[in-house]
T-cell receptor, first 115, second 115 residues
């Protein structure tokens, strides 16, 4: 199932570097999300977007920024990466037109290591 | 802010044993409830969801969950587990109209099924 794709799948970078993680979807969904997963902490919401003009901070937005370039694309940037941003990052989408908040569909994840 | 508690971080069972994974949430209003599964090396997939109606929800692969509003609980069950159920399981909650969109996840339960 390649409805939600993320690039790169793995990335190793150094402290202070700028990193961009990209997410694309072919599901036609209007809402997109970025989460990070850390062992023992589950997934935590970084940013979410209801449409291209609507960006909202999540639980842990500090140190991150996002861009919704089109309905199908939502990128996450780390302006100056630090080691505690080492994590598995997931993009997700959902369809608000189905009424009540519906399930979210997740991409395969990007494993980011900051040295 | 709402929170989600999963009581068991690691569970080891033998094949054919019965499974129950606990999940409690803190929000007192209307909630949507989800269980996601993450098989080794894969992205999150939806097991089942509850929005309204029958509090006993049946999902894929023989899983079910029961919503007990008075206990703020949404426990996951399976009568007879298989080796292929080895995975990490996440309970998640969303409160429609509760402000921030996106899901609040529990920290996950790592389930290992021994053959």
């Amino acid at each position: 199932d390649a409805d939600v794709t993320q690039t790169p799948r793995n990335r190793i970078t150094k402290t202070g570097k700028r990193i961009m993680l990209e997410c694309s979807q072919t599901k036609g969904h209007d809402r997109m999300y970025w989460y990070r997963q850390d062992p023992g902490l589950g997934l935590r919401l970084i940013y979410y977007s209801f449409d291209v003009k609507d960006i909202n901070k999540g639980e842990i937005s500090d140190g991150y920024s996002v861009s919704r370039q089109a309905q199908a694309k939502f990128s996450l940037s780390l302006e100056s990466a630090i080691p505690n941003q080492t994590a598995l990052y997931f993009c997700a989408t959902s369809d608000s037109t189905r009424g009540a908040v519906d399930e979210q569909f997740f991409g395969p994840g990007t494993r980011l290591t900051v040295l | 802010a709402q929170s989600v508690s999963q009581h068991n971080h690691h569970v080891i069972l033998s094949e054919a044993a019965s499974l129950e994974l606990g999940c409690n949430y803190s929000y007192g209003g209307t909630v949507n409830l989800f269980w996601y599964v993450q098989y080794p090396g894969q992205h999150l997939q939806l097991l089942l969801k509850y929005f309204s109606g029958d509090p006993l929800v049946k999902g894929i692969k023989g899983f079910e969950a029961e919503f007990i509003k008075s206990k703020f609980s949404f426990n996951l069950r399976k009568p007879s587990v298989q080796w292929s159920d080895t995975a990490e399981y996440f309970c998640a909650v969303n409160s429609p109209g509760g402000g921030a969109d996106g899901l609040t996840f529990g920290k996950g339960t790592h389930l290992i099924i021994q053959p």
